[in-house]
């Protein structure tokens, strides 16, 4: 079976509970692309199968996420679930914000929370962070396309809407826009709207993943998750490729969703006239 479940994490749950989930339903492997920290929600895709082998080709999808930051204190986690490391009294307003948010759009450098799955020499940031041990992490690039305000929650919460590329940490924006403000900033919730074509309008949660039979659950076509040009193939071609085959075709540079007749085939590059097989779901 290959496709995708696009399942509404809740706040609570770790991403590992919702793909140990969709396994004892569906009784085959799964994973998950973009892990969701524990204390948010939001939309997580779940693939079926041999699905997971396109998760390095949905990785620069555009995200939307929905997000309130507290100002006035800042914690080791960069979120509510950490222990406070810095606080100030100082308020900040609705103007200053909005004046604050156009610098962060675009590509910027963002340094990414300790408490994160970054690898540092062999071990994950958050193993380090939680052993006492003093590490710093490089900037990176990410990509915001648009940072703006939703509304006030309190005098010292607000609520913003992110839409930006794969690797980019929220709870560090929290903490840059407290800077910019003269503050500290502190993400108290997190939902994420979408990733790519997986949305809360092709969602199911918790409970309807549970109750609903295999038959009638929503299942996202594995091809309808990327968006390459198409490629048809013969049969016996498809079989060399499928085979480990390199064939010769005409095709310019790039990479294609491949077909055999109706029937998906995989993901394919083309290179110097060569035509292979990158990440095939076919069984």
Known sequence: ???????????????????????????????????????????LAVGLGKTTRLFNYLLDKVKVYVADFEFGYETDTLD???????ENKIEVNKEDIVKALPSFIGEIDQIPPKYSAKNINGKRGYELAREGVEFTLASKKVTILDFKLIEKI????????????GGTYIRS??????????????????????????????????????????????????????????????RRVAERLLNGINEKYPYPDGIYRVYSKTEFIGIGEAKNYDFKIKAYVKD
Do not use: W
């Open 80 to 86: 509510i679930t950490g222990k406070v490391l810095k």
């Open 154 to 165: 309190n005098d010292t919460t607000y609520r913003f809407e992110i839409t930006c590329k």
């Open 173 to 234: 924006l929290a903490r840059d826009l407290g800077y910019k403000l003269g503050t500290f900033g502190t993400m108290v919730s997190l939902d994420r709207r979408k990733a790519g074509i997986f949305t809360y309008d092709n969602a199911i949660t918790i409970k309807e993943l549970m109750e609903t039979p295999i038959e009638e659950l929503k299942i996202i076509p594995a091809d309808e998750a990327v968006d390459y040009t198409k490629v048809l193939l013969g």
């Open 1 to 43: 079976m290959q496709g995708f479940i696009n399942v509404i994490k809740e706040s609570g749950m770790t991403s590992f509970d919702v793909v140990n989930k969709v396994k004892r339903k569906f009784k085959i492997p799964c994973g998950h692309m973009g892990t969701l920290d524990p204390m948010a929600s939001g939309v």
